[in-house]
């Protein structure tokens, strides 16, 4: 299965507790819907699968199958988990797989090439598309939010960037 054919849904941040379990964080709109696209699939090939799941702060406790020891989970810390996406449901009017926002080509709102997505990070408050912007050495951070994005068509992504917002960015 080629790695475009697979959707990050997660990733195992460390064990928890004595009772051989794991935390989990979730990429879902449904947070707990990673018991639903189970088995989980690893980038390494490997398959995860969630026996018991509970909310907690920040994401959630899990104990998964076949882990018998704390090494076996702490060993896990850091595995990011795919869901094949032909089982996946279709995103929703005004959503979009963040997958599927890499390599996606931004232009200003005027028609202007902007650059290419490069990456999508989220530090708690929203996402943020990194654009590697064309003619500069460094990439941009733009909120992918109402104000900054103003459509995506499927191909490309328009925004409207305030004046002095690429200012900062080094030239090649």
Do not use: C, W
């Not at 990050?8 to 639903?36: M, N, W």
């Not at 979009?96 to 996606?104: E, M, N």
């Not at 590697?132 to 328009?158: C, H, M, N, W, Y």
């Amino acid at each position: 299965m080629a790695a475009r054919d697979l959707v990050s849904v997660g990733v195992i941040t460390g064990a928890h507790g004595i009772r051989v379990e794991v935390k989990l964080r979730s990429f879902t709109a449904a947070p707990d819907a990673l018991v639903r696209y189970a088995p989980l699939k690893t980038a390494t090939g490997g398959t995860i699968e969630i026996a018991k799941l509970r909310p907690q702060k920040d994401g959630f406790i899990a104990v998964l199958k076949g882990v018998t020891d704390r090494n076996a989970a702490e060993a896990l810390k850091g595995t990011e988990l795919f869901v094949p996406r032909d089982r996946l449901p279709a995103p929703g009017a005004g959503e979009v797989y963040v997958a599927d926002l890499i390599g996606r080509r931004v232009v200003l709102t005027g028609g202007t090439a902007l650059g290419q997505i490069v990456d999508v990070a989220n530090y708690g408050a929203g996402d943020l598309i990194d654009v590697k912007i064309e003619g500069r050495r460094d990439t941009v951070l733009i909120p992918f939010a109402t104000g900054f994005v103003q459509e995506s068509d499927g191909t490309d992504i328009v925004v409207d960037l305030p004046e002095g917002f690429l200012d900062d960015a080094k030239e090649e």
